[in-house]
């Protein structure tokens, strides 16, 4: 019967528009991507840097308390208190050493 014979000189318009609409629409998804992929990296940097300063100790450095402060809170500054102090801050630091190693167990039991 009747064959629809497309416009030879429409034809070439169309793809065009095509072709740059499809080329909008990847530029769009890329920069999508690339905003994502910044976003994720900067989270992760800040997440890293936040776990440095808790490995580290944070700002504060050296949590061994002096003599000179410890004898503020002792009423009979002795032997006896000194060596109690001194277990007090060595025990704190085997238990902050132990702090990763439970974070780590903590994040694989879920």
Sequence with gaps: MFSIVPNPFTGNS???????????????????REATNRAKWESGARANEAQRKLQTGGPQGNN?????????????????????????DSNLGMSLLFIPIWHNARRFMY
């Design 14 to 32: 169309k793809r065009e528009k095509q072709m740059q609409q499809a080329m909008d629409q990847h530029a769009r998804d890329r920069d999508t």
């Design 64 to 88: 061994k308390s002096s003599l000179a402060a410890r004898s503020k809170f002792q009423f009979e500054a002795d032997e006896e208190d000194d060596a109690m102090e001194n277990e007090i």
